[in-house]
Structure formats: structure tokens, C-alpha cells
Nanobody
Framework: QVQLVESGGGLVQPGGSLRLSCAAS????????MGWYRQAPGKERELVAD???????NYADSVKGRFTISRDDAKNTAYLQMNSLKPEDTAVYYC???????????????WGQGTQVTVSS
């Protein structure tokens, strides 16, 4: 069994910062890509940022220059540093990991339960 647990969400004023964490636990052989997605009320889930096993990153245009994704493979953890937050960043943020549980397995996608980020004055 694999679990992804997000933390670090909350209420912040416009222009503020938050740091989200996503810790993967359970039987894990290796993690390929990790990513952060978000879903605002009435909207589809969208990619915010992802990072490959080699450290290559990809960002949505709306967050470039403000958000930074990183990972600590020793801890099976991904982070999302969010600066200069805007009200339109308000959403539930979900962690995603593409991983193998055993060396003989193929890669499967796993999701966290989500953490709420609210940007409001």
C-alpha cells in the first residue's frame, strides 16, 4: 500500500507565501515523476508543476516565476514553494507520484487527498 500525504495548506493574504509538502510512504521501489495539481471550485483539475527523477521541472504558465517545485528522494517527499500568492491561486492542491512498488512492476499513478490553499484578505 502507498500513501501520499500533503501538508502545508492554509489561509494566506495576497502576496504571501506557503510551502506545501507531499510525503510518500509504504512499499516503494522508486519514484519517477512527482507533481502538484490543483482544482478550484467549478473548474477542472490542472497541472501546477512537476519534477522528473532527474530534476527537470515543468510549470504552468500562471505560476512561473512564483512557484518552485523540488524533491528529496531520501525522504520520498516533494515540495511546492508558493510565493507572491494571488486570490486566483485558491484551490485544493493535490500531490501526484508516478512510482513502482517493486522492481518488477510497471509505474502507477498515486494521488494524495488534497490540501486547501485559500488566498484572501
Amino acid at each position: 500500500q502507498v500513501q501520499l500525504v500533503e501538508s502545508g495548506g492554509g489561509l494566506v493574504q495576497p502576496g504571501g507565501s506557503l510551502r506545501l509538502s507531499c510525503a510518500a510512504s509504504g512499499t516503494i521501489f522508486n519514484i519517477n515523476a512527482m507533481g502538484w495539481y490543483r482544482q478550484a471550485p467549478g473548474k477542472e483539475r490542472e497541472l501546477v508543476a512537476d519534477i522528473s527523477s532527474g530534476g527537470s521541472t515543468n510549470y504552468a504558465d500562471s505560476v512561473k516565476g512564483r512557484f518552485t517545485i523540488s524533491r528529496d528522494d531520501a525522504k520520498n517527499t516533494a515540495y511546492l514553494q508558493m510565493n507572491s500568492l494571488k486570490p486566483e491561486d485558491t484551490a485544493v492542491y493535490y500531490c501526484n507520484a508516478l512510482l513502482r512498488r517493486y522492481y518488477r512492476d510497471g509505474y502507477d499513478n498515486y494521488w494524495g487527498q488534497g490540501t486547501q490553499v485559500t488566498v484572501s484578505s
